[in-house]
C-alpha cells in the first residue's frame, strides 16, 4: 500500500509542472488526456538505458544484448502485473493502441486463418459504439470495406452513457469494441454487461482502456474482456509504446500482424512459421527503450497506487463539475455526476467557439486544455456541436488549477460579451 | 498578452454581428471548404454581375471567431468589387496571413482585413482566417 497521497509531492516529480511560459504565466496542464506529462523516474531510466546499456532485443547475444533484453522483457513483465494479467506473454508491445486496435482489426478476414471466431464476410456484424476514438472507429470501416461484412454500433444516450439497445449484438456478430472510458464524456462503459451480450451469442470483445488504465486500478482477468489495447503515453510513459493484452489462446489463434525479424521461427524463401506469443505481434525491432520508459512508468505508478490516483482525481472531478457548473451558459457534456465517470470533462459555452475558449486560456493563464473534436467527431455530431473545450486531470493536477480554469473561463466571456 | 492582438475589436464585431450572413439566390457557383484539423466549415456563394462585378457573396457555416469574422469582412470587400479587385485583396491578405507576422499588411489595399494581423502570429489559426477566402477564391475560378 502506498503512503499518504500527497499532490504538492506528486508535482516535484514531474520537471515541466516547474516551469513558466512566456510572459511568467504559470503552466497549467488540464491535457492529460490527450497525453500526460513524465516523472523524472521516467526520464531518467530511459536516459540511463541509452546511455549505459542500449543495443537491440532479443537478437543480440553480448553484454548489452543481455541487458536491453533483461531490460525489455521486464517491462513487459511490469506491465503484465500492472493490469493483471494471467501471463506475461499476453502482453504484445505495439507503438501506440492505435496499433493495437488495427492489429485485432487486422486478424479478421484473414484468409490464411480459418478459426472461426476471426472468419468475416458478408452478413457477419461488427459491433462498437458512437463515443468511440477515431482509432476505434476507423480500423472497422476498413476491415467492413475489405470483407463485406456489416459495421454495427450501439448509440449514446443525452445523458453520455452507452444506449445498450436490444438488437445492436446479434447472433451474426463477431466481435464487440468499445471504449473502456470515453475520452470526450468521461463516461465509463458498463464492460460486464457489454461482455455478458457479446459471450452470449459467441462474439468476442475487445476493449479500448487508453483513458481508463492510466487512471484507475484495472484487473483485466476480472474485466470480462478478450482483448485490451492501451497506451503508454497517456500514462506517464513515452509516447512509441502500446499495448494489446490478450487471452493466450486467442492470441495463438490470431494470424500474425506485420512479418519482419524476430516474429518468426523458421523462414524459408517460399514460407515461414511463426514465433511463439507474444514475439509473433513484434515484428522488427521494437520500441526498446519506450517500453522500459513505460516499465518505469507503471512503477512509478504502483509507488503512487492507483487507488490513492483514482481518489484524487474522483476528488478533483467533484470540485471541477460543481465549479464549472457555475459557469454562466457552459454545458457540460457528458455525465454531470460522480457515478460511472472518470476526470474527463468537456464542455461547450454559448456563442463561444472552443478554438477561441482554448486561445484565450492558453494564451492569457497557462492554461492546456484541448480544442475541438477529440478524434471522436461522430460524438460531437450526436451531440450537434461541432467541438467541445476538454478538460482532463491526472495525478498531479490541483485545484487550484482547476481555479485557474474557471477563472479564465470567466475571462473568456467577458471577451465575447 | 499576444491574443489580445489577436481579437481586435473589429474581429469580435465582425464575429457578434456578421454580415451578408446566410445563402441567397441566384448564384453563379457554390463550394463548400472544411478545415479538418478544427472542423470548421463554410459554405459560400458567388454572383457575378454585369462589367465583372462581384453582386453578392453570401455563406454560411460554423467556426470560430477568426473564422466567421473572416467570412464577414470578406463578404464586406468582395461584394461590389470587381473579379480582379477583389482577388488582388485575397491575395495580399493570403500574403499577409502566411507572413508569420513578419509581413507589413498594405492597409490600402486591405481595408478592414488588416485587422487580422495578429493571427498571422498563431501558425495554428491562419487556416481559420483563410477559410472563407480560399473558399471565395475557388467559387470565383468556378463561375467564370
Same mark, same amino acid.
Given at each position: 500500500?502506498?503512503?499518504?497521497?500527497?499532490?504538492?509531492?506528486?508535482?516535484?516529480?514531474?520537471?515541466?509542472?516547474?516551469?513558466?511560459?512566456?510572459?511568467?504565466?504559470?503552466?497549467?496542464?488540464?491535457?492529460?488526456?490527450?497525453?500526460?506529462?513524465?516523472?523524472?523516474?521516467?526520464?531518467?531510466?530511459?536516459?540511463?538505458?541509452?546511455?549505459?546499456?542500449y543495443s537491440n532485443v532479443g537478437r543480440a547475444?553480448?553484454?548489452l544484448g543481455?541487458?536491453s533484453t533483461?531490460?525489455?522483457?521486464?517491462?513487459?513483465?511490469?506491465?503484465?502485473?500492472?493490469?493483471?494479467?494471467?501471463?506475461?506473454?499476453?502482453?504484445?508491445?505495439?507503438?501506440?493502441?492505435?496499433?493495437?486496435?488495427?492489429?485485432?482489426?487486422?486478424?479478421?478476414?484473414?484468409?490464411?486463418?480459418?478459426?472461426?471466431?476471426?472468419?468475416?464476410?458478408?452478413?457477419?456484424?461488427?459491433?462498437?459504439?458512437?463515443?468511440?476514438?477515431?482509432?476505434?472507429?476507423?480500423?472497422?470501416?476498413?476491415?467492413?470495406?475489405?470483407?463485406?461484412?456489416?459495421?454495427?454500433?450501439?448509440?449514446?444516450?443525452?445523458?453520455?452513457?452507452?444506449?445498450?439497445?436490444?438488437?445492436?449484438?446479434?447472433?451474426?456478430?463477431?466481435?464487440?469494441?468499445? $471504449?473502456? *472510458? +470515453?475520452?470526450?464524456?468521461?463516461? @465509463?462503459?458498463?464492460? !460486464?454487461?457489454? /461482455?455478458?451480450?457479446?459471450?452470449?451469442? %459467441?462474439?468476442?470483445?475487445?476493449?479500448? $482502456?487508453? *483513458? +481508463?488504465?492510466?487512471?484507475?486500478? @484495472?484487473?483485466?482477468? !476480472?474485466?470480462? /474482456?478478450?482483448?485490451?489495447?492501451?497506451? %503508454?503515453?497517456?500514462?506517464?510513459?513515452?509516447?512509441?509504446?502500446?499495448?494489446?493484452?490478450?487471452?493466450?489462446?486467442?492470441?495463438?489463434?490470431?494470424?500474425?500482424?506485420?512479418?519482419?525479424g524476430e516474429?518468426?521461427?523458421?523462414?524459408?524463401?517460399?514460407?515461414?512459421?511463426?514465433?511463439?506469443?507474444?514475439?509473433?505481434?513484434?515484428?522488427?525491432t521494437p520500441?526498446i527503450?519506450?517500453?522500459?520508459?513505460?516499465?518505469?512508468?507503471?512503477?512509478?505508478?504502483?509507488?503512487?497506487?492507483?487507488?490513492?490516483?483514482?481518489?484524487?482525481?474522483?476528488?478533483?472531478?467533484?470540485?471541477?463539475?460543481?465549479?464549472?457548473?457555475?459557469?454562466?451558459?457552459?454545458?457540460?457534456?457528458?455525465?454531470?455526476?460522480?457515478?460511472?465517470?472518470?476526470?474527463?470533462?468537456?464542455?461547450?459555452?454559448?456563442?463561444?467557439?472552443?478554438?477561441?475558449?482554448?486561445?484565450?486560456?492558453?494564451?492569457?493563464?497557462?492554461?492546456?486544455?484541448?480544442?475541438?473534436?477529440?478524434?471522436?467527431?461522430?460524438?460531437?455530431?450526436?451531440?450537434?456541436?461541432?467541438?467541445?473545450?476538454?478538460?482532463?486531470?491526472?495525478?498531479?493536477?490541483?485545484?487550484?488549477?482547476?481555479?485557474?480554469?474557471?477563472?479564465?473561463?470567466?475571462?473568456?466571456?467577458?471577451?465575447?460579451? | 498578452?499576444?491574443?489580445?492582438?489577436?481579437?481586435?475589436?473589429?474581429?469580435?464585431?465582425?464575429?457578434?454581428?456578421?454580415?451578408?450572413?446566410?445563402?441567397?439566390?441566384?448564384?453563379?457557383?457554390?463550394?463548400?471548404?472544411?478545415?479538418?484539423?478544427?472542423?470548421?466549415?463554410?459554405?459560400?456563394?458567388?454572383?457575378?454581375?454585369?462589367?465583372?462585378?462581384?453582386?453578392?457573396?453570401?455563406?454560411?457555416?460554423?467556426?470560430?471567431?477568426?473564422?466567421?469574422?473572416?467570412?464577414?469582412?470578406?463578404?464586406?470587400?468582395?461584394?461590389?468589387?470587381?473579379?480582379?479587385?477583389?482577388?488582388?485583396?485575397?491575395?495580399?491578405?493570403?500574403?499577409?496571413?502566411?507572413?508569420?507576422?513578419?509581413?507589413?499588411?498594405?492597409?490600402?489595399?486591405?481595408?478592414?482585413?488588416?485587422?487580422?494581423?495578429?493571427?498571422?502570429?498563431?501558425?495554428?489559426?491562419?487556416?481559420?482566417?483563410?477559410?472563407?477566402?480560399?473558399?471565395?477564391?475557388?467559387?470565383?475560378?468556378?463561375?467564370?
Open positions: 500500500m502506498s503512503a499518504v497521497f500527497d499532490v504538492e509531492r506528486v508535482r516535484k516529480d514531474f520537471p515541466v509542472l516547474s516551469r513558466e511560459l512566456s510572459g511568467g504565466r504559470p503552466l497549467v496542464y488540464l491535457d492529460s488526456g490527450n497525453s500526460s506529462q513524465k516523472p523524472t523516474q521516467v526520464i531518467e531510466t530511459m536516459r540511463d538505458h541509452f546511455a549505459m546499456h547475444h553480448h553484454a543481455t541487458e533483461d531490460a525489455y522483457e521486464a517491462a513487459r513483465d511490469k506491465v503484465a502485473a500492472f493490469v493483471g494479467a494471467p501471463s506475461r506473454d499476453e502482453i504484445i508491445f505495439t507503438k501506440n493502441a492505435s496499433e493495437a486496435l488495427n492489429l485485432v482489426a487486422y486478424s479478421f478476414g484473414n484468409r490464411t486463418n480459418d478459426d472461426p471466431r476471426f472468419t468475416l464476410g458478408p452478413g457477419d456484424e461488427i459491433v462498437i459504439s458512437e463515443m468511440e476514438h477515431h482509432s476505434n472507429i476507423v480500423p472497422w470501416q476498413m476491415l467492413v470495406q475489405r470483407t463485406g461484412a456489416t459495421l454495427k454500433w450501439f448509440g449514446v444516450t443525452d445523458e453520455g452513457r452507452l444506449d445498450l439497445a436490444d438488437g445492436v449484438i446479434t447472433e451474426r456478430t463477431k466481435i464487440v469494441s468499445v $471504449a473502456h *472510458q +470515453s475520452n470526450v464524456l468521461g463516461t @465509463v462503459n458498463p464492460v !460486464a454487461e457489454v /461482455a455478458r451480450r457479446a459471450h452470449e451469442v %459467441g462474439a468476442l470483445v475487445l476493449l479500448d $482502456a487508453s *483513458q +481508463s488504465v492510466p487512471h484507475h486500478p @484495472v484487473d483485466l482477468a !476480472a474485466l470480462g /474482456a478478450d482483448l485490451v489495447a492501451f497506451t %503508454g503515453h497517456k500514462m506517464l510513459g513515452p509516447s512509441g509504446i502500446g499495448v494489446l493484452w490478450g487471452r493466450t489462446e486467442l492470441l495463438e489463434a490470431m494470424p500474425p500482424f506485420l512479418g519482419g516474429m518468426i521461427e523458421a523462414v524459408w524463401m517460399d514460407r515461414s512459421t511463426y514465433a511463439p506469443v507474444p514475439h509473433k505481434f513484434e515484428a522488427g520500441p527503450v519506450e517500453a522500459i520508459g513505460l516499465g518505469a512508468a507503471v512503477d512509478y505508478l504502483n509507488g503512487v497506487g492507483m487507488q490513492a490516483i483514482e481518489e484524487h482525481e474522483r476528488a478533483l472531478t467533484a470540485y471541477a463539475l460543481e465549479a464549472l457548473g457555475e459557469v454562466p451558459t457552459l454545458r457540460i457534456i457528458g455525465p454531470k455526476g460522480l457515478d460511472g465517470r472518470g476526470g474527463t470533462l468537456s464542455f461547450t459555452m454559448e456563442g463561444i467557439h472552443p478554438h477561441d475558449v482554448g486561445q484565450i486560456l492558453d494564451d492569457q493563464f497557462g492554461v492546456a486544455v484541448r480544442v475541438g473534436h477529440h478524434c471522436a467527431r461522430p460524438l460531437h455530431l450526436r451531440f450537434g456541436i461541432p467541438a467541445t473545450t476538454r478538460a482532463s486531470f491526472y495525478l498531479y493536477n490541483t485545484t487550484g488549477e482547476i481555479d485557474a480554469l474557471v477563472k479564465g473561463l470567466h475571462h473568456v466571456q467577458k471577451v465575447f460579451a | 498578452m499576444i491574443a489580445e492582438s489577436m481579437y481586435q475589436e473589429l474581429i469580435l464585431e465582425h464575429y457578434k454581428h456578421p454580415q451578408g450572413r446566410g445563402l441567397r439566390e441566384p448564384y453563379d457557383a457554390e463550394v463548400h471548404h472544411v478545415n479538418p484539423t478544427c472542423g470548421d466549415e463554410i459554405t459560400l456563394r458567388v454572383k457575378l454581375g454585369d462589367g465583372g462585378k462581384i453582386e453578392d457573396v453570401s455563406y454560411d457555416g460554423q467556426g470560430c471567431s477568426i473564422s466567421q469574422a473572416a467570412a464577414s469582412v470578406l463578404h464586406e470587400l468582395a461584394t461590389g468589387s470587381t473579379v480582379e479587385e477583389s482577388l488582388s485583396v485575397v491575395d495580399e491578405f493570403t500574403r499577409l496571413m502566411q507572413g508569420r507576422g513578419q509581413v507589413e499588411a498594405d492597409e490600402d489595399v486591405l481595408g478592414d482585413a488588416v485587422a487580422f494581423a495578429g493571427v498571422a502570429k498563431f501558425p495554428a489559426r491562419v487556416k481559420c482566417a483563410l477559410l472563407s477566402w480560399m473558399a471565395y477564391k475557388d467559387a470565383v475560378v468556378r463561375s467564370a
